[in-house]
């Protein structure tokens, strides 16, 4: 199985030199928008949460959403994050 990819904040901090001839700064950031998601949660706090383990020892989350739909959250090696739903 492959280990989930992890994925940190840093913070970077810029000093100029003395002299320095720069008054600017220009920074570059990019997002994306998740596509076909319900504006709800797969673990809402007001319901339990079961966890069990498949027969190769990788758990399966059982929750109820805020939308009150059962979820099953499982391990997956082809999601950047290591679960899928």
Known sequence: MTAPATYSIETVTL??????HTTSLF???SSSI???Y?????VDSQHRIEAIEDINGNPIIFSVGTNN???AI???STEKTG???
């Open 83 to 85: 679960w899928a739903q």
């Open 38 to 42: 319900e504006p709800s949660r797969s």
């Open 69 to 71: 739909h059962l979820y």
């Open 27 to 29: 920074a570059t950031a």
């Open 74 to 76: 499982v391990r997956s």
């Open 34 to 36: 998740m596509t076909n």
């Open 15 to 20: 000093t100029p030199t003395a002299g320095a």
